[in-house]
Structures are given as structure tokens and as C-alpha cells.
């Protein structure tokens, strides 16, 4: 498919551990984005990436969040030491230069 | 599984009548504006955008309507069919790949 693709659909991990969620964007887009999306609640931005300009990091809610884009394509969302209120659905969305942004199917990550 | 907006404004709307979902934007600076579509356990689904040098635009079934003046965003879906059934956001956006900023949603009921 050409759409944008992340992995895993569903993570279960146990308070205190790491996780690592994975995206791949549409092939060409140069923006990829980061959303998290709780349970009742709209999307909240976690963090830009454009090109190879510096990331806006402006919505990660604490250090313990962390993202890479490797070669402008493949993006990597680490969480440290998961807290029971990081659980919620993490979306990826990555754009042209100008234009939709295209979600993936997001990734259910539940912190127990 | 999880749903999406569980606590939502919801519209019900008889299948075959037209649905209008509404939304007010915050910032007057936007110039970008998207609908997406949300069904539950998937990622948002893009409808329609429009830019603010328009006040309408038309694609299948729907219509996007922008008055900038009272930053009101509207879409308009025609002959509403059981799988209209979803969340609706709106989004808003700044000159280009800005983070889009996303309205709470609306949850639209078909009646069969």
C-alpha cells in the first residue's frame, strides 16, 4: 500500500519500561508528524519533522518522550521509563511540502 | 475496542438527509483548514481541506465552507449514508507544515 504504515498496531508494556513505535511515511513526503490521542480526546501534537531542518519538539509532554526521522523517511517514537498515563493511541502523519496530512492506523500503546 | 470521543457532541442524522457539522477555529491567522473523518480504532481519514483565499469548496458528497469573518468552518454531507458514521474533526493550520491544531470533533450518528 502507499499509505503511511506504523508498527506495532498494539503495544502492552509494564510501567517503567521503554517502548519504541515506529512509522513510515508515504513515500515523497517531506513533513512527518507525531499525535497522541487519549481515550475521549482530540489529537494532540507531539513533535514535527521537516526536511532536514531541526524537529519542533514543542509538543513532547516530558524528557521522557524522544523522536528520530533516519534518511528523511523512517520515524522512531521512544517513551522512557512509560508512566499508566502515556497510554493512548499514537498517530503518525506525514504531508508534502504543502498540503492534508495523511494518518496512519496508529499505534495502541497500553501502560499497565 | 477503544473508542474515539466518547464524550463528544454527537449529531444523529436520519440516512438519506444531509448532515452539517460545524466547528470554530481559534486563530485568525489560519490559512489552511482540513476535515477528517475518524472511525473507530482507525487513524483519521482526510476528507477535504480548503484554503482561506476560498469560501467553499465541493468534492464527493461534501462541501467545506469557510466564513472567515466569524472563523467558522463548516461540512456539509449530502444523502448521509451508515458509513458517514464517525468522528469529524476539524483542523487548522498556519502557512504551511505548522503542526495542525485540531478541534475537539463531532461524533455523527446515521439512523438507518
Known amino acids: 500500500g502507499a499509505g503511511v504504515s506504523q508498527s506495532p498496531s498494539n503495544k502492552v508494556t509494564e510501567k517503567g519500561k521503554d517502548v519504541e513505535l515506529r512509522c513510515d511515511p508515504i513515500?515523497?513526503?517531506?513533513?512527518l508528524y507525531w499525535y497522541r490521542q487519549s481515550l475521549g480526546q482530540g489529537l494532540e501534537f507531539l513533535i514535527y519533522?521537516?526536511?532536514?531542518?531541526?524537529?519542533?519538539k514543542s509538543g513532547l509532554p516530558s524528557d521522557r518522550f524522544s523522536a528520530e526521522r533516519t534518511g528523511g523517511s523512517v520515524s522512531t517514537l521512544t517513551i522512557q521509563r512509560t508512566q499508566q498515563e502515556d497510554s493512548a493511541v499514537y498517530l503518525c502523519?506525514?504531508?508534502?511540502?504543502?498540503?492534508?496530512?495523511?494518518f496512519g492506523p496508529g499505534t495502541r500503546l497500553t501502560v499497565t | 475496542g477503544e473508542s474515539v470521543g466518547l464524550h463528544l457532541p454527537t449529531l444523529s442524522v436520519q440516512e438519506g438527509d444531509n448532515s452539517i457539522i460545524n466547528c470554530a477555529y481559534s486563530?485568525?491567522?489560519?490559512?489552511?483548514f482540513i476535515w477528517y473523518k475518524q472511525e473507530s480504532g482507525k487513524g483519521p481519514q482526510f476528507i477535504i481541506d480548503?484554503?482561506?483565499?476560498?469560501d467553499k469548496r465541493q468534492g464527493q458528497r461534501v462541501t467545506v465552507l469557510l466564513n472567515k469573518t466569524v472563523k467558522h468552518l463548516s461540512l456539509q454531507i449530502a444523502a448521509t449514508q451508515p458509513g458517514d458514521s464517525a468522528v469529524y474533526f476539524c483542523?487548522?493550520?498556519?502557512?504551511?507544515?505548522?503542526?495542525?491544531?485540531f478541534g475537539k470533533g463531532t461524533r455523527l450518528s446515521v439512523i438507518a
Open positions: 486563530n485568525s491567522a489560519s490559512d489552511y
Open positions: 519533522f521537516q526536511g532536514n531542518s531541526a524537529p519542533d
Open positions: 480548503i484554503r482561506s483565499n476560498m
Open positions: 513515500s515523497g513526503h517531506t513533513a
Open positions: 502523519a506525514s504531508s508534502l511540502a504543502a498540503g492534508g496530512r495523511y
Open positions: 483542523a487548522e493550520d498556519t502557512s504551511g507544515n505548522t503542526p495542525l491544531v
